[in-house]
């Protein structure tokens, strides 16, 4: 038989040990559909029930394994769909190859249906490569330029073949003359170490600090133990970037949590109070939550120098892998002698997880969102993969959830768009089939997208050697992070006919599709609904109807900001007295005896 353009497209995936495509059909890649056939389902064909939720689970796989997530689409409509789940990856830094269909080349330029200039949609998202290929020799190179520029580049690529070429006999490129042959799938990738004088210099100016702070993103995860080291040696404390919030655990006393507006106030202490600052792998944007200007020495250390000495005047930007970077400076840090620093910054912390287990006991009605986080906190499995959606939950799975072991979490730190939590889950269980993977969901990013997915997760569960994919859902019926943002942005009262949510039953719609399903509405259910969905045989949905009113208002919330939420709530707001009482109820927990003096 011979073999077609489609057909050799998935050899060259499979020669990339690419193990599965995430992808929604369309009559601009039936020739690909069709070779999927012919191969055996060799790379996998895992259906979504949308595009975008097909480029959300490329996303959530290539965050969770280290290697390029490939999603698949359609011409026009299809292509447009996977757009939101591109740009996540683009804005986080991660590797997705995306594939998409075109009008058949004889009809290009006619207004032909579903004929939409691809070229010049996807020349933002997908910057660092795109190319549509228009004949066979083409496809190996512009596969493995794809692949390697998204392995280099952290970053979306894509390729665009237009539907009859897909079904074309597959001519090789020649070693000839305005032909572009390629090498074998493999790259062996370099872990650059900056100068020697660069690194005395960073030394020069750790050495000197007396109250050093050390802000970790994602760009540390695979230096996490050089990063323990060097807060060790100089008595640091270390605050995550939300990104980076799985780099280190939460037991060690040290670590301050994540920071930002979701972020601790140990972690606002210690970049208010610290006189060094150490960046290891983080574009955190807010300027705002790091030392002022002119307070701390500073130094960075990034894989891209594009990103480097943006959000803080460093004095040395390292431009070099972490870990190799970091063990090359450790010999030439001087041990802190005085551990008062130290010391203060582990009180802290101390105080704080005290502050949170409080806060979390709070009486709500009828569950405290944050409850819900810090019973998970107590049952997490050491293996665990945490997913987070976009909105009021986000805050509770960054300042609540700790951290341990070796449980990896993400979310759509730069983007921050909603729905990615279902998904991503989808692509951590594909990652890591043996591993359990838990989604902290709001009901708006439920009912957006994630009961659809639901539907993915029934049908491909049986795949799972781990069968635990929890989706967790804070069932309040309000989209709940944008009516606080009016409260406390904008002083405006909530706007039911926007901010409320119809009701529905994401239990019942669970058991429907034969997952384990618990329903709770009463704090003391919470701890044994958490053993039993965790201990289940297959997927479940934990349905938690919770309480709206309790103010995600960060510990270092300004007066102005408490001043416009309260005049948001003298303005009418519709639950006025219950905002009032919850938010007095959770605040004093700061203040109450053992809170350490500031």
Request: hydrophobic residues 40%; aromatic residues 6%; charged residues 20%.
């Amino acid at each position: 038989m011979t073999q077609t353009v489609g057909d050799y497209l998935l050899q060259r995936l499979r020669e990339w040990d690419v193990e599965q495509v995430f992808a929604y059909p369309g009559d601009g890649i039936n020739g690909i559909v069709a070779s999927f056939g012919k191969a055996d389902n060799r790379p996998r064909f895992v259906q979504a029930r949308h595009e975008e939720m097909a480029a959300f689970e490329a996303v959530g796989y290539a965050k969770f394994s280290g290697r390029p997530g490939v999603c698949l689409a359609t011409s026009g409509p299809g292509a447009i769909h996977l757009l939101n789940g591109l740009y996540d990856a683009k804005l986080d830094h991660v590797p997705v190859v995306a594939i998409v269909g075109q009008t058949a080349r004889s009809a290009m330029g006619g207004s032909y249906q579903q004929e939409v200039d691809l070229q010049a949609l996807y020349k933002d998202v997908a910057s660092e490569y795109l190319v549509e290929v228009n004949v066979a020799e083409q496809l190996p190179n512009a596969l493995d330029r794809a692949m390697r520029t998204a392995l280099s580049q952290r970053c979306p690529t894509a390729l665009i073949i237009p539907a009859d070429l897909q079904e074309e006999s597959y001519r090789p490129p020649r070693h000839a003359f305005k032909q572009v042959p390629s090498s074998p799938p493999s790259t062996s990738w370099p872990r650059p170490v900056p100068a020697e004088a660069d690194l005395d210099a960073t030394a020069e100016v750790l050495n000197a600090g007396e109250k050093v702070a050390i802000l970790v993103g994602q760009g540390a995860r695979g230096a996490a133990e050089e990063v323990r080291q060097v807060a060790e040696v100089t008595g640091a404390g270390v605050a995550k970037a939300l990104l980076g919030k799985d780099v280190l655990p939460d037991d060690l006393p040290w670590v301050t949590g994540a920071i930002g507006l979701l972020g601790t106030r140990p972690s606002y202490e210690l970049m208010r109070d610290c006189d060094t600052l150490l960046i290891v792998g983080s574009n955190f944007p807010y300027s705002q939550f790091l030392p002022g200007f002119g307070q701390a020495r500073a130094v960075q250390i990034d894989l891209d120098g594009r990103f480097i000495g943006m959000r803080y005047p460093t004095e040395v930007n390292l431009v070099g892998d972490a870990g190799a970077t970091l063990r090359a400076l450790l010999p030439r840090l001087a041990s802190k002698e005085d551990r008062s620093w130290r010391q203060k910054v582990e009180k802290n912390v101390e105080s704080w997880w005290d502050t949170v287990d409080r806060e979390a006991a709070v009486d709500a009605e009828p569950v405290n969102p944050m409850t819900i986080v810090s019973e998970l906190s107590r049952r997490l499995p050491d293996n665990a993969i945490v997913t987070a959606d976009s909105g009021s939950s986000t805050n509770w799975y960054a300042r609540n959830l700790r951290i341990r072991g070796d449980v990896r979490g993400s979310l759509s730190g730069t983007l921050a768009t909603m729905g990615p939590g279902v998904p991503y889950a989808i692509g951590a269980k594909f990652a890591q089939p043996d591993r359990p993977v838990i989604a902290l969901v709001g009901d708006g990013a439920m009912q957006m997208n994630g009961l659809a997915e639901l539907i993915t997760i029934a049908r491909y569960r049986h795949l799972w050697t781990d069968p635990r994919c929890v989706i967790c859902v804070f069932h309040n019926n309000d989209l709940n992070q944008v009516t606080w943002e009016l409260r406390a942005m904008s002083g405006a009262p909530k706007f039911e006919e926007s901010q409320s949510l119809p009701d529905v039953d994401y239990a019942g719609f669970a058991l429907s599709l034969g997952l384990t399903a618990v329903t709770v509405d009463k704090p003391g259910q919470l701890g044994s609904a958490w053993d039993t969905v965790l201990d289940a045989d297959k997927p479940a949905v934990l349905d938690v109807r919770c309480d709206p009113e309790v103010p995600p208002i960060p510990p270092h919330a300004t007066f102005e900001q408490m001043k416009s939420a309260a005049e948001a709530v003298l303005k009418g707001d519709p639950e006025a007295l219950h905002v009032v009482v919850q938010g007095v109820k959770t605040k004093v927990q700061e203040f109450l005896p053992g809170r350490r003096d500031r």
